[in-house]
């Protein structure tokens, strides 16, 4: 990678340019969708109308004036991030000229700028082969360049001990004391066991977990003969994609893992984003807010259509 394309400065400024200036466009300068608090603070009492939430009753002063009153309240806006990214050795696997390292990357960056620009303070754990990075939630502009020098001057790891995902989690529920707002950035490729420290962590926190994943990890085009190497352990074998069985073997496995993932972040109440390398980073952010206001509307008493993972199409066999 060149100097200039390692330049924070650069990056920003390219991202603030091609993507964050289109979403103001698409989102009209909406980020409530996006960003919402998780304090309360009461700010009035009214009588009670037809279709208020009977919850807002107060009815302390209900007794008193012989009339329903509710309670009104203002949101609190802000709210700390956190983004909870792996960069292990299977993170920096791209089939074409986007890696999901250097997707990661982008899409932790443009959101981080996106939550400081709104007040809100944020912060990152990075994760290798452990957890060796912890960047304290502040906010500001200067605090995301911050963040993505850090991100862009680490080496890539190669052959290292199989990731662990439980560690970066149980890490997370360590020093993140406060309710926050928790990005998991990960192509979830670990070894078993961090489903449930996910679960144990969602229930302090709110979570989005945004899986990376590439489309020749769901299917084998026929390439013939190639040499196959495990990012995370180094070992390699040879295998023969013009195979058709060995190609359906592939895909059934990807899709069975595809089941298992979702099923993980169902049981423990884990909205998800896909992200592949083929996706263009706006479309997954508006993707964001799409599940940002259905899980919005799901708090407010209405229903969930679905989740957001299943919204966008995963290619499978």
């Not at 899986?211 to 995370?232: C, H, N, S, T």
């Not at 799901?298 to 993972?309: E, F, K, N, T, V």
């Amino acid at each position: 990678m060149s100097e200039q394309a390692r330049d924070p400065e650069k990056i920003l400024l390219r991202l603030e340019w091609t993507v964050i200036r289109r979403l103001d466009g698409l989102l009209h300068g909406d980020y409530r969708s996006l960003f919402r608090g998780f304090g309360v603070d009461l700010a009035d009492l009214r009588e009670y109308q037809f279709h208020d939430d009977v919850r807002h009753i107060d009815w302390n002063v209900t007794a008193r004036l012989q009339t329903p009153y509710v309670r009104v309240y203002n949101e609190d806006r802000d709210v700390a991030a956190w983004f909870m990214l792996d960069l292990s050795p299977s993170v920096s696997f791209g089939s074409e000229r986007v890696q999901k390292r250097s997707l990661a990357i982008e899409f932790v960056t443009v959101l981080a700028r996106l939550l400081s620009r709104h007040g809100n303070p944020v912060g990152a754990l990075f994760y290798g082969d452990r957890v060796d990075t912890v960047i304290p939630a502040r906010g500001g502009r200067r605090h995301v360049l911050h963040i993505l020098g850090r991100m862009l001057s680490r080496p890539e790891r190669r052959c290292s001990v199989a990731t662990n995902l439980k560690d970066l989690l149980q890490t997370g529920h360590q020093v993140i004391p406060r309710r926050s707002l928790l990005f998991v950035v990960s192509d979830f490729i670990s070894t078993p066991g961090w489903e449930e420290p996910l679960a144990l962590l969602a229930r302090r926190h709110e979570i989005v977990a945004v899986r990376l994943y590439d489309p020749l990890e769901m299917e084998l085009p026929d390439l013939g003969v190639l040499i196959f190497q495990d990012a995370e352990t180094g070992e390699r074998a040879w295998v023969d994609t013009h195979d058709r069985g060995f190609r359906n073997r592939f895909a059934a496995a990807a899709v069975r893992r595809e089941t298992e993932l979702r099923s993980a972040f169902g049981d423990a109440g884990v909205d998800a984003l896909e992200l592949s390398t083929t996706d263009d980073l706006v479309d997954a952010i508006l993707r964001f807010a799409d599940l940002r206001k259905r899980r919005r509307k799901l708090s407010a008493g209405g229903s969930l259509p679905g989740h957001l993972g299943d919204s966008h199409d995963v290619p499978m066999a």
